[in-house]
C-alpha cells in the first residue's frame, strides 16, 4: 500500500521560503510520477508541481514558476517543494500525489494516492 507522509508546512512572511517534503513508502516509485497540489480555504485543488522519478523530468503551474522547485531523492524516497519568494496567495494546504504511470499530469483524478496535506500560511 503507497502511503505519502508530508511535512515541512508552516508560518512564513512573505518574501520568505519554506521547503516541503513528502515521503512515500509502498511503492517501486522508479515508475511512477509525483506531484504537489494545494487546495485554498475557498478554492477547488489545483496543481503546483510534478516530477518523473524515473529521469526527473518536471512540469509546473505558470503561477509559480521561477519560484518553487520540485525535486526527488531516490535514495529517501522523498519528494520536496522548495517555495521560495511566497506571497500570500500561496497559502493553502498542500498536497503531496503519485501515479504509478511515467506521463506527467496535472489533474487531481489522475492522481492514484494523496497525503494528508501541510498547511502553509504567508502573512503579509
Known amino acids: 500500500q503507497v502511503q505519502l507522509v508530508e511535512s515541512g508546512g508552516g508560518l512564513v512572511q512573505a518574501g520568505g521560503s519554506l521547503k516541503l517534503s513528502c515521503a512515500a513508502s509502498?511503492?517501486?516509485?522508479?515508475?511512477?510520477?509525483m506531484a504537489w497540489f494545494r487546495q485554498a480555504p475557498t478554492g477547488e485543488r489545483e496543481f503546483v508541481a510534478a516530477i518523473r522519478w524515473a529521469d526527473g523530468v518536471t512540469g509546473y503551474a505558470d503561477s509559480i514558476k521561477g519560484r518553487f522547485t520540485i525535486s526527488r531523492d531516490s535514495a529517501k524516497n522523498t519528494v520536496y517543494l522548495q517555495m521560495n519568494s511566497l506571497k500570500p496567495e500561496d497559502t493553502a494546504v498542500y498536497y503531496c500525489a503519485a501515479r504509478p504511470f511515467r506521463v506527467v499530469t496535472r489533474t487531481p483524478s489522475t492522481y492514484n494516492y494523496w497525503g494528508q496535506g501541510t498547511q502553509v500560511t504567508v502573512s503579509s
Open positions: 509502498g511503492g517501486t516509485f522508479s515508475s511512477y510520477t
